[in-house]
């Protein structure tokens, strides 16, 4: 287990984690989402050692590692930019952090033949970091991280320097990876939708502090509030609350609960349709519905429709 | 394009080490085929760098050997001009590796420290290059010269050499390095820690492998320059024959003298030794620029 | 921590042992003796005809280095030649010649027997042991600087903002006069300041090339070695001290122009 407890940690002026508390249990796969300058990195860095709180504790596998450096702390860590060693051999990089430990040469040379097969960097060994790819750099990253068997495997944004497709396929990849490795896996990302792909766990954070601490499902329906929902998905104001514009439902009739709304715009794109419309007191909303649904409902643009949400998320407005 | 200090010389080095680490595919500008303008201004720089550098330099090459290679041979192995030549090349590599060490420490502290003044002394590591050799030689003279104040007197010996080359070579490590660890990535070594390394194996085995080139560039400048230099020796070394004479110092007692044709042969060599120190940091960019 | 400040110490006590604290000597030393004997030494007829002769050596040597500078520069960067990596290695020549060898090789060939010089006596025209003679030493010393600047500067740029002012009817001329130079301003700036640093400090060259003649063909760095060798050491130190002061000046104007060209960009 993993536990960051109470962490502070101020930059001049500028507070970046403000009593911070994060535990990961063994072996989970957890996400550190939120937007930029959130606080996410330096919670990551603290743990890995490459930053020191002002206040809090770090434990790593039930030891203090607060006052520990971050060659003592048995931890991987992949950065954005990759860090590859630029004068070493691929097969060098990820033999790093075992020389160093003066491991038995033989013995080495297997464990970094395994890596690189894990990673599909087999028949690259002998390249220079320069020759690769950056897909390729950053899984070399990873076997470089994994070699040393770390207890836990920090990701700093790891596919954010990466092409949409590249960065596609290795989610999916990272996902199997960590089914096959079992290692606890902390990343950081800014990508909603990266984080509910891979992570079994979520923290959401934002201005040095955790907004909350779930599963992907969790914070998706039962956001804690207005921060998390707006962050981890689309939304869109119906009346005093925030509803996902999948949950809005659009009705031919007055009912209960529902508000009198006019269509002024149908966007088709794709298997989804979006409508957009215009509530009595001229606020808009905007709802989400399948191709086929839209066509059961029969609407055109300037007609008068009722709204109301399907389902209401947990956390009420404000 | 970060900002970097070049300077004097380091030109050179900074080339070099910006080629060595990044290699960053640089804009190929689509160069016109001769015409008009490329040759007037071609022979205009041909013709200028000829009349004042390589006519000159040539006149020096043929003096020396115009007596014919016996004659030539015999004033280069002159007991005096031997001296006088082992006795500037082995100071001169003595201070290049002491520049080495040195030259990169201060651009650490430089890049990787932070303390109040430090643009002052940032501003100051380009005196030598500013300051008139002369200057330089009277200077070090005055603080551990005879009379100096320190109780420390390298007057007229060796050291004194050491000293005044220590003096004037002390930028070209410097500024050569500098903007390589400008440019390092952090991240880098922050990688190499969290693999366990030390702060003195990540120092060896990530960051110098990369400042190496750099290093190397820094060096073979300052060779170079400690091999011809004569402003700031020739007060502070006294000039003894077969002590402390080194080999500019020679030529110009030579020629003083009116032996123009051994002042010739021993600048031949001279020049010889600078050229190869040149070629051979030119040969190294390609190579690493390459790779 | 520890190993940090370690580390600066060490750096910074080198320095100062290297540098400043000579430097701070000489200054002491030039006004040991208070400010009048300092002033009347640097004001005395040699010195002054000295700190005009270095001026006028100078004054000639850089302009002349600055303009060869800009053409190679622009001949480099812009034009495709055969033989264009020799000249990249023969501009760096001058960096790799020791001065004493620089001042024989112009003996050699403009002194009284050498190549041109005999013609050139028999014309009336001394190049060697007076002032031309010292300002091509100067030129060779210092050819290097104005270019190694400006090329990689030329050659960052690109030749875009050049084939636009073409496309918008701009002759060559007039591309080089109101695009190119304004682009190289700073590199050229610097470039200048080099030169300029290295021509007043040459020693070795001209020591030889000038024959040394008090009065006549003493520049500041050769009045400051006979002062020393007269043993007149105030004379000495604050002709040093005017040269030190130059220096400074120098390394203030490198420093602005470096951080100029930072909030430039």
């Keep these: 287990m993993i536990e960051a407890r109470n962490i502070t940690k101020r930059y001049g002026e500028f507070t970046a984690l403000d009593d911070v508390t994060v535990t990961v249990p063994d072996g989970s796969l957890t996400a550190l989402l939120g937007p930029s300058g959130g606080g996410k990195s330096t919670l990551l860095r603290i743990i890995a050692g490459l930053e020191t709180p002002d206040a809090g504790t770090v434990t790593i596998q039930g030891a203090d590692a607060t006052r520990l450096p971050a060659r003592r702390r048995g931890v991987g860590f992949v950065f954005q930019h990759y860090a590859a060693f630029k004068h070493m051999t691929v097969a060098d990089n990820v033999a790093f952090g075992l020389k160093i430990r003066k491991r038995d040469k033989a013995q080495t040379k297997a464990r970094v033949a395994e890596l690189l097969e894990l990673v599909g960097l087999a028949h690259l060994g002998g390249r220079y970091p320069s020759q690769l790819s950056g897909g390729q750099r950053q899984r070399m990253a990873l076997a470089r991280a994994l070699a040393v068997e770390p207890s836990v495997l920090l990701l700093d944004e790891p596919f954010g320097a990466l092409d949409a497709k590249v960065r596609a396929d290795l989610r999916a990849w990272l996902r199997r990876l960590h089914d096959e490795v079992h290692v606890t896996t902390i990343f950081v990302t800014h990508d909603q939708e990266e984080a509910m792909e891979i992570a079994e766990q979520i923290v959401v954070m934002s201005e040095g502090a955790v907004e909350q601490h779930g599963s992907p499902d969790e914070v998706y329906d039962r956001p804690a509030n207005d921060f998390v929902m707006g962050f981890v998905g689309p939304v869109t104001r119906l009346g005093d609350r925030l509803v996902r514009p999948h949950d809005v439902e659009i009705l031919g009739q007055a009912s209960e609960g529902a508000l009198e709304a006019r269509i002024t715009r149908i966007v088709r794109l794709g298997f989804e349709v979006r409508v957009e419309l215009q509530l009595a007191d001229g606020s808009p909303v905007h709802a989400q519905l399948t191709r086929a649904e839209c066509e059961q409902l029969d609407i055109g643009e300037g007609q008068s429709v009722f709204v109301r949400a399907l389902r209401a998320p947990a956390a009420a407005v404000a | ?291 | 921590m520890t190993g940090r400040i370690a580390m600066r110490v060490v750096a910074l006590g080198y320095l100062a042992a290297l540098l400043a604290i000579p430097v701070g000597m000489v200054f002491y030393r030039a006004f040991e003796k208070g400010v009048g004997p300092a002033w009347d030494a640097v004001t005395t007829p040699p010195a002054q005809h000295a700190f005009w002769l270095t001026l006028t050596v100078v004054g000639i040597a850089v302009p002349l280095n600055a303009i060869f500078g800009v053409l190679t520069a622009w001949l480099m960067a812009r034009r495709q030649f055969p033989g264009k990596r020799i000249l990249d290695g023969l501009i760096d020549l001058p960096f790799a010649v020791s001065p004493v060898v620089v001042g024989l090789a112009l003996i050699l060939v403009w002194g009284q027997d050498g190549w041109f010089g005999g013609a050139l006596t028999d014309a009336g025209i001394q190049v060697i042991f007076s002032t031309p003679g010292m300002v091509l030493a100067t030129i060779f010393v210092s050819l290097p600087f104005v270019v190694r600047e400006v090329l990689p500067v030329l050659r960052e740029e690109g030749v875009d903002q050049e084939l636009a002012a073409h496309t918008l009817g701009a002759n060559g001329w007039q591309t080089f006069w109101r695009i190119t130079l304004p682009t190289i301003r700073w590199g050229l700036a610097y470039g200048v300041i080099l030169t300029t640093a290295r021509a007043l400090g040459e020693f070795g060259a001209i020591s030889i090339v000038s024959g040394k003649i008090a009065g006549q063909t003493e520049t500041l760095t050769l009045f400051v070695e006979e002062r020393f060798q007269s043993f007149d050491l105030t004379g000495a130190y604050a002709a040093a001290v005017v040269l030190a002061l130059i220096a400074i000046v120098v390394l203030v104007l490198m420093t602005r122009l470096q951080r100029d060209e930072e909030t430039k960009r």
Excluded: H
């Design chain 2, 1 to 291: 394009m970060s900002p970097q200090p070049s300077s004097v010389g380091a030109g050179v080095g900074t080339d070099i080490a910006a080629g060595a680490s990044q290699a960053p595919a640089a804009r190929r500008v689509p160069l016109a085929k001769p015409d008009w303008s490329t040759i007037a201004a071609g022979g205009t720089v041909v013709a200028w760098l000829s009349l004042i550098v390589l006519v000159p330099i040539a006149a020096v090459v043929a003096k020396a050997l115009g007596g014919g290679l016996d004659a030539f041979w015999s004033s280069v192995t002159n007991a005096q001009a031997i001296a006088a030549l082992k006795l500037t090349v082995s100071v001169s590599a003595v201070v290049a590796i002491i520049d080495a060490v040195m030259g990169t420490l201060i651009a650490w502290v430089l890049v990787r420290d932070e303390f109040r003044g430090k643009k002052i002394v940032n501003a100051l590591i380009d005196l030598p290059f500013a300051l008139p050799t002369i200057v330089a030689g009277l200077t070090l003279l005055a603080l551990y010269g005879p009379k100096g104040p320190v109780g420390i007197n390298v007057a007229y010996t060796q050291a004194a050499i050491g000293l005044a080359l220590l003096f004037v070579t002390m930028p070209f490590v410097v500024r050569a390095v500098q903007p390589v660890l400008m440019a390092l990535d952090r991240e880098v070594e922050e990688a190499a820690e969290s693999l366990g390394a030390s702060p003195l194996t990540t120092f060896r085995r990530v960051v110098l492998p990369t400042l190496r080139p750099a290093i190397l560039a820094g060096v073979g400048l300052a060779f170079g320059r400690a091999v011809g230099e004569f402003g700031s020796i020739v007060l502070i070394s006294g000039n003894l024959p077969y002590k402390t004479e080194v080999a500019s110092v020679f030529v110009f007692g030579q020629i003083e003298s009116g032996n123009v044709e051994g002042a010739a042969a021993v600048s031949v060599l001279l020049l010889v030794v600078s050229f190869v120190v040149l070629l051979a940091i030119a040969a190294f960019a390609r190579t690493k620029g390459e790779a």
